[in-house]
């Protein structure tokens, strides 16, 4: 019976996406035995299951690929500004296709445990389909913002219509036409999806809990002129790219303060930000302080309040879609027609902040406020961002310790870089948590992380290391660092789930590292050229 064979290979990598597609080439490369397991049916990871009406990138297309190969990055042309989810897909199977890495990828297997085990210094793994393997490294790629958060609403199984999760959106057709549908949530997908449904469905009710600030997006087809230029510079493009300060190329224009401007001019620089469009216009093009500095970010933050009055033409709409957050604090988004849609007279807008959602019924939605009937209900609830994805799997490190039980009881999530965690040898994660990751072009970081950790291991089977494990000491001051430089933002002044408040009862403490793209990139690397420091390396146990 082969499932009962225990598979021995180099590495396990978790999950095919832009992580795991790109971990598998570069161990692969370097001669390492490697398996990729993905619980979905195809490669992409968010990008195969985010199909929702409207689901777009909002990182500039150029910018959200990969730069390991010139000739992947010159031969693959971006159609638009912003691409479609379907675009990014297909670029993702490109990849898998172009570096034959589908022969090393298991489709519909989900990893359901991975436990280490001190004596043989393995990890094993278990999947949903009942096979085990024997690795000596286990590489999580399973994203920030993959485990789907379903708020535990009363009734939910009553309901009689259909309901759908923007994260695993089905591959068939949904048709809207002649429906009355709901959406639970205005993060950066319900306000993708509300206005591309909004012209087909009979009547939307938004449900929103809090208002968001969203910008214009201003999408537009690509000049291939513009594209041609990009690949002819791209060993700077791609230079730029990795030591910038948000893992993008552009070179930051912003001035240093809100404050040292006049009214009229604060004015005219958002105004031309607004006009030209994309959250990256207002970071990259305005003011340096929006994010640290309370009264500068106000001065944004009402700009925008504004722009809301001006669209809106009702004027009670208008005031419940205005925010009060700082600026940015909340993940920025930007849009299509979003507060337009509000003037539709088949779209109206529930306050669930002020009426809260109380229970489903078999019919629809039922508020302190009444019911609302409906056909079909989208949750776009968002994620348990940073850990949730881990806490999925059953990982136990030294002494059956559990990964959830390290991070949840007591000390909670610490890390060293982002990459590792003290108590669980040969373990890396791509994107983990207090790593820059979600605050920053993730395909960059990335790229950062999966070149790092395969040179680690290079480094380990060539110096004839068995384990690699981050010491407690060096996590300590890491993870206080990353909490340092948060707390100098306004970041953590919000409720968001960059700090695991929109899930009940996850501890609340802010995950991502926002000391910048490029200095941290270079903080790795000395950490690597200094024999990883912080990480303890031994070479006692038996060799196999
Ligand atoms: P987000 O940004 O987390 O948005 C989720 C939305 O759902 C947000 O408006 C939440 O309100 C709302 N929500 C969550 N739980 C509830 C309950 N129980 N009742 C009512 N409303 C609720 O998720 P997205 O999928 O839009 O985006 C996630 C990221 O994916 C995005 O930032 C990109 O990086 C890609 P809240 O604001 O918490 O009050």
Redesign the pocket.
């Known amino acids: 019976n082969q499932k009962n064979e225990v598979m021995k290979i180099d590495a396990v990598v978790v999950g095919a996406g832009f992580s795991g597609l790109y971990m598998l080439y570069r161990l692969r490369e370097a001669g390492f035995r490697t398996r990729v397991f993905e619980a979905a049916d195809g490669v992409g990871g968010v990008w195969h299951k985010n199909r929702y009406p409207g689901a777009r990138c909002d990182n500039e297309s150029i910018d959200y690929n990969f730069t390991f190969s010139e000739e992947l990055f010159k031969e693959w042309n971006w159609s638009e500004k912003f691409s479609k989810q379907s675009e990014i897909l297909e670029y993702l199977n490109y990849v898998a296709d172009k570096f034959d890495l589908r022969r090393d990828i298991q489709l519909n297997t989900r990893i359901t445990a991975a436990h280490y085990d001190e004596q043989d210094n393995r990890w094993t793994i278990q999947t949903d389909e009942g096979s085990t393997l024997s690795a000596k490294y286990f590489i999580s790629g399973v994203g920030c913002?993959s485990a789907a958060?379903i708020?535990k609403?009363k009734g939910l199984e009553s309901f009689e219509g259909k309901w759908y999760h923007?994260?695993n959106w089905p591959k068939e057709n949904v048709s809207f036409k002649g429906k009355r549908v709901g959406v639970?949530?205005?993060?950066?997908?319900?306000i993708q999806v509300i206005p591309a449904i909004a012209p087909e469905v009979d009547h939307l009710t938004v449900?929103?809990?809090?208002p968001?600030y969203s910008v214009p997006s201003r999408n537009h087809a690509y000049d291939p002129e513009y594209l041609k230029q990009v690949k002819d510079n791209f060993s700077e493009f791609k230079r730029k790219r990795r030591y910038s300060f948000g893992g993008f190329p552009n070179d930051v224009e912003a001035r240093p303060s809100a404050l040292n401007d006049t009214p009229e001019e604060r004015e005219k620089l958002y105004e031309a930000a607004w006009q030209k469009g994309a959250v990256s216009s207002f970071f990259l093009e305005t003011y340096q302080d929006l994010t640290v500095n309370e009264e500068a970010n106000e001065t944004l933050s009402k700009f925008i309040r504004q722009k809301i009055k001006e669209i809106v033409h009702d004027p009670e709409v208008a005031e419940k879609l205005s925010p009060t957050y700082f600026y940015g604090t909340?993940?920025p988004i930007q849009d299509t027609n979003y507060y337009e849609t509000y003037n539709r007279e088949n779209v109206s807008l529930v306050d669930?902040k002020a009426n809260p959602?109380v229970e489903i019924t078999p019919k629809g939605i039922r508020t302190t406020d009444g019911e609302y009937e409906l056909d079909i209900i989208i949750f776009?609830?968002?994620?348990d961002a940073m850990t949730g994805s881990l806490f999925k799997i059953d990982i136990r490190g030294k002494d059956g310790l559990t990964l959830k039980e390290k991070w949840e009881n007591g000390e909670q999530t610490k890390t060293y870089l982002g990459i590792a965690t003290s108590g669980f040898p040969n373990m890396f994660m791509i994107t983990g948590p207090e790593s820059p990751s979600?605050l920053s072009n993730v395909p960059t970081s990335i790229e950062q992380h999966v070149e790092w950790i395969s040179d680690c291991i290079e480094y380990l089977q060539k110096n004839d290391i068995d384990t690699l494990e981050a010491k407690a000491e060096a996590e300590e001051e890491w993870s206080k660092h990353c909490r340092e430089v948060a707390e100098a933002t306004l970041f953590t002044k919000t409720?968001?789930?960059y700090i695991g408040?929109?899930v009940p009862g996850k501890p609340q403490r802010f995950l991502i590292y926002l000391g910048g793209v490029g200095p941290y990139r270079e903080k790795c690397s000395d950490v690597a050229s200094k024999g990883y420091e912080g990480f303890l390396l031994q070479s006692t146990l038996k060799k196999v």
Do not use: C, D
């Not at 449900?207 to 809090?210: E, N, Y």
């Not at 776009?380 to 994620?383: E, Q, R, S």
């Open positions: 913002l958060n708020p609403f923007t994260g639970i949530g205005t993060g950066s997908t319900g449900f929103q809990r809090t968001q909340k993940r669930v959602i776009a609830t968002g994620y979600v409720e968001s789930w408040a929109n």
